[in-house]
C-alpha cells in the first residue's frame, strides 16, 4: 500500500518570504501521479500543483514550484513570494497510474500561516 | 457550471439514524468519489465510481453505502450512523481524458456530527 508523509504539521512564514513544504512517500510502483491540494478555511480543495513520475522536469505553476526527488520518493512544494491568500492547510497526495483505478491517498497536512 | 454540489451542508444526527448525503457535477465526468476528512487528518477514500452503474470500495468503507444510477449524482447513504462517523464528507469528480484526466474537482464538503 502507498504511504504519504508530511513531517511538518505547521509553519508560518512572513508575507513577500518563500517557503517550502516537504513531502515523502513509499510506494513500490514506478508510473504514478504526485499533488499538492490546498484547502483554505473556506473548507474547499483546490489542486495547486501536479507531478507526473516518469517527467524528470520538475512541475511549476507561477508562484509554486516543486522539487521531486524520484529516487529519494521525496515531493516538496516551494512557495515563492508568499501571500496572505496562501493561508490555508496543505495536502500532498499520490495516485497510482491505473487505468480505473485514479485513487488518491492524502498525507495528513499541514497548516501554512502567512504572516502581514 | 456549478461544479460538484454537496447537500447538506451540515447535518447533526442521533446514534442509530440513517441519511443520504447528496452529490451532484454537471461537468459530465464520468468518475467521482466519497472522502472522510477526521480533524487533523487528510481525506480517506470511502467509495468510488468509475461510471453509472459501477462501484468500488475504498479505503474506509464499513458503514456506508453508494449506488450510481446517473453520471451526474453520486449519494452516499449512512445506515445506523455511530459516532466515529462524525466527520467532514466531501465528493469529488474526474474527467477520464486528457489533459485534467486525473485532477480531482471537490465539492465544498458536508460537516456531519454524530450524537
Known sequence: AQTVTQSQPEMSVQEAETVTLSCTYDT????????????????????VIRQEAYKQQNATENRFSVNFQKAAKSFSLKI?????????????????????????????GMKLTVNP | NAGVTQTPKFRILKIGQSMTLQCT???????????????GMGLKLIYY?????ITDKGEVPNGYNVSRSTTEDF??????????QTSVYFCASSPN??????????GPGTRLTVL
Open chain 2, 97 to 106: 481524458d486528457r489533459p485534467s484526466f486525473n485532477e480531482q474537482f471537490f
Open chain 2, 75 to 84: 449519494p452516499l447513504r449512512l445506515e445506523l450512523a455511530a459516532p466515529s
Open chain 1, 28 to 47: 513500490s510502483e514506478s508510473n504514478y501521479y504526485l499533488f499538492w491540494y490546498k484547502q483554505p478555511p473556506s473548507r474547499q480543495m483546490i489542486l
Open chain 2, 49 to 53: 465510481s468509475v461510471g453509472a452503474g
Open chain 2, 25 to 39: 457535477q454537471d461537468m459530465n465526468h464520468n468518475y467521482m468519489y466519497w472522502y472522510r476528512q477526521d480533524p
Open chain 1, 80 to 108: 515563492s513570494d508568499s501571500q496572505l491568500g496562501d493561508t490555508a492547510m496543505y495536502f500532498c497526495a499520490f495516485m497510482k497510474h491505473v487505468p480505473g483505478s485514479e485513487k488518491l491517498v492524502f498525507g495528513k
